[in-house]
């Protein structure tokens, strides 16, 4: 799966995605064609039903050091030729099940959750591209920055939007109107990121973390949870929340899914989940649509 990119690397291997980017010799700094290529391996994991989660981490000693700035000042002018190959609009059409919301609603709306695992430093939008992943987990020499104020731009790929909601508005006006560079611990403090582990346990640990999610959760019913908290929680009160959970839990409770995790509970034994994301999604999602 590697081959079909060029700023990636992805592979599937036992239920795991892991997509590595893949430009180590730039601290693999964003292009247009990176962030078009995370979209498509996105839009792959949401139809394939042998991916049970995404993994993303970096090659080398970075984890994402933002954009491409080897155009010099005009790294960011899209109307040049230059700029718009090394960055490119990160809202950018494509085809795929969400359409033309780019990378953003790729990660956003696939229904296979997704770990970020910073093993090095991770700037400007190769630190916003993580923010609609569900986990992020970091080694502790990692550093991080939103560091847009101090380019003359603001914060991008919907950081805006999910940063307050995963940090809070206090901590992430004081990341964002500064724009310094903080550390992993300070990450781990803020509620950036769940964990932070030394470097040669982050894979292991992420994985893991992967591992458990693939091994003992339904498919089916992870896909609606990581939606449901995404969509429902900036609601202002709890009754839309339960005109959809109470219609879910409905639809779910005569399926294979939950007699399996039922049995597999009171046999005490692993489950093996029979429903699968592509054709068992129940009656009533998606409900944004409706």
Known sequence: MSDAYEHILCMVEDGIM????????????????MG????????????DDAVRVVLVTGAGRGFCAGADISAGADAFDTTSTQGSVSFGDVSNARQGRAGGSGMVGAIFECRKPSIAAFNGSAVGVGLTLTLPMDIRIAADAAKFGFVFARRGLVPEAG???????LVGLPQALRWCLDGALFSAAEALKGGLVSEVVAVDELMPRARAIARSIADNTSPISVAITRQMLWRLSPESSPWPTLRVDGALAMALGSTGDVREGVSAFLEKRQPAFPGKVSSGMPEGYPWWDR
């Open 18 to 33: 892991q997509i590595t980017l893949n430009r180590p010799e730039k601290l693999n700094a964003y292009t247009a064609t």
């Open 36 to 47: 078009a290529e995370l979209a498509r391996a996105f839009d792959a994991a949401d139809t």
């Open 159 to 165: 950081s805006a939007w999910f940063l307050p909601r």
